[in-house]
């Protein structure tokens, strides 16, 4: 065999090895949540002001652990101006401690609650008792960690 045909050889054996580990290779497992109940209720906060609260369970179905699973809710249907007599919300300001819940572990196949205050907030006009719930109101996953 020549020189130029044993390398030949040699570099296909090599890329064979390298084609076989790769193929092979298991797919990372991964965390997956979902919301799997979500409530909103309107409170009166003052005499004047009520602001909307959110309870619900995440349920996470991925294949591994999770842990440091934020969550928060936003109201699509509200503006962002202030003013009397509409729910209001700030959707580019971060959000404050009390309109997130942090939920520390939910192991694979589990479920864990949340609740948040602070959706949206409403300032009532002169003789309104209360208002109307927002027509769009959402709970949303933020972040999370999977647990190695």
């Known amino acids: 065999m020549t020189h130029c045909s044993r390398f030949f050889i040699l570099t296909c054996g090599i890329l064979m090895v390298i084609s076989f580990l790769t193929a092979c290779e298991q797919k990372k497992p991964e965390g997956k949540l979902i919301i799997s109940e979500q409530s909103f ?56 401690p009390q309109q997130k819940d942090t939920i520390s572990y939910i192991p694979a196949g589990g479920e864990a609650s949340f609740s948040f205050t602070e959706v949206a907030d409403y300032l009532l006009v002169a003789g309104e008792t209360q208002p109307e719930m927002p027509e769009k109101l959402e709970v949303v996953i933020l972040s999370f960690e999977t647990v190695e």
């Not at 609260?53 to 109201?75: L, Y």
């Not at 699509?76 to 404050?96: A, E, H, N, Y």
Request: proline share 2%; hydrophobic share 30%; charged share 25%.
């Open 41 to 96: 209720s309107a409170r009166q906060d003052t005499k004047n002001t009520f602001t909307i609260d959110a309870i619900g369970k995440i349920k996470n179905v991925g294949d591994v652990d999770v842990k440091r699973v934020v969550v928060t809710g936003n109201c699509l249907s509200c503006t962002g101006r202030w003013g009397v007599g509409q729910w209001q919300t700030s959707p580019d300001i971060d959000k404050m």
